[in-house]
């Protein structure tokens, strides 16, 4: 409406929110690096330019993912600071911010994040239970936060639940057939054309060298 042109006004669109999904990140990878600028700016600029995320932008122009995927790092940095650093109380409401930002522009990646985030610290506690009681407190906390923060869209949601909605039905999922070595195969070709879901050349030996560790 103010751009009028639309191919501007997309790419004054992505402008904007690369920028945001760089600060974010920034501020993330600051913190993971304990300060270290650097460090911060490299992760930051491997994240935001990753293949995924120009898929999202370009590839599938899917806006509500890709806004979703500027505060991922937010959230996961919160978990790390409850669980790593022992800094409850700033995780613990950096965790709740990431994960209402997320909510409010993308549901399904707000549930993935939490489901993984479940998932990461149920595999903490098989090898460190010194400060459960606290984490589970810090955590607890910070998702009260998060669904207080989020009121304005989920009271809307639980409402629109009660109704009968009608879902997709089983043939549309084939389309979504998967495998781990199809990853791979796409995410070698390092391709953002719209059926070429992928991670990206980096950030697949990325992933590589972080199960190694």
Known sequence: MILVKPVISYYSYIM?????????AFYAGWIFFKGS??????FAVILR????????????????????????????????????RREYIRGALILSLGLSLELYSHILSAVMT??????????HLLSDRRNVITEIKSLIIG??????????????????????IATPGSSLWSIY??????????????SIGIDSENIGIILLILTF???FF
């Open 49 to 84: 330019t990753s293949t995924y995320v120009m898929y999202n932008d370009f590839g599938r122009a899917d806006i509500g993912e890709a806004w979703a995927l500027i505060f991922v790092p937010l959230a996961l940095i919160g978990y790390y600071l409850i669980t790593a």
């Open 177 to 190: 057939n998967y495998t781990p070595v199809k990853l791979i195969k796409l995410s070698l070709s390092n």
């Open 143 to 164: 998702a009260i936060l998060s669904i207080l923060e989020s009121l304005i869209i989920l009271v809307p949601l639980i409402d629109l639940l009660r109704e009968h």
């Open 114 to 123: 939490i489901l993984f985030l479940i998932g990461v610290y149920i595999l």
């Open 209 to 211: 060298i972080g199960i």
């Open 37 to 42: 600028k650097k460090s911060a700016l490299i």
């Open 16 to 24: 904007v929110e690369q920028f945001l999904g760089l600060i974010v």
